[in-house]
């Protein structure tokens, strides 16, 4: 069974929308290597309809640049939807919204590497919330952006602690699992 491994940035305040004000000054090659180690071991992308309409212009208008955009242009995008009909970023299938958590279900039978998605929205939540989701790296940058939206609902999951990784920016990524039904640690 394929794992669907997420990638969210977060600000230490929770910010995960306003990523162009704050996460850039922490790139570094070190980063790189860590968002390439995920981007290559996935076979394809999931994404909300939100994501996908950022991510497309961006990404498609860099096609050439380097191995991981050319990476994140070819690679199969899903992306979930009440109101997409098509996309025309690479190979890429909608997904209806109400039939999500079958199709996605499916598609982790099917044989092939990682399914990867970025941002932990609405269809990040859906996933956790029905056992789909495998794993959750949350990429804490230092600094306070303002305006946290990681916990903006009422949503509650909890997560165990899988390992901890820190970039030479002062990046540290948390990776999590579901606990699926195991008492926190203390």
């Not at 958590?101 to 996933?127: C, H, N, R, S």
């Not at 306070?144 to 990524?173: C, M, N, P, Q, S």
Request: proline share 5%; aromatic share 10%.
């Amino acid at each position: 069974m394929r794992k669907i491994v997420n990638s969210t940035y977060v600000s230490l305040d929770g910010d995960i929308e306003k990523l162009d004000q704050w996460s850039f000054d922490y790139w570094s090659d070190d980063l790189e290597r860590y968002a390439n180690k995920l981007l290559f071991a996935a076979d394809a992308l999931l994404m909300g309809r939100e994501t996908y309409v950022n991510f497309e212009p961006a990404w498609s208008k860099r096609a050439g640049a380097d191995a991981f955009t050319d990476r994140m242009n070819s690679i199969d995008k899903y992306v979930v939807s009440s109101t997409l009909t098509g996309g025309e970023w690479g190979p890429t299938t909608v997904i209806p919204q109400d039939g999500a958590v079958e199709a996605i279900a499916a598609l982790k039978e099917q044989p092939g590497a990682d399914i990867l998605m970025y941002g932990f929205g609405p269809v990040a939540k859906t996933l956790l919330t029905h056992g789909l989701l495998d794993e959750v790296h949350f990429w804490v940058h230092p600094v306070i952006a303002g305006g946290g939206t990681l916990a903006a609902d009422t949503f509650e999951h909890r997560l165990k602690h899988l390992r901890t990784e820190t970039l030479d920016t002062g990046v540290v990524v948390l990776t999590y699992a579901p606990a699926r039904g195991e008492a926190p640690q203390p």
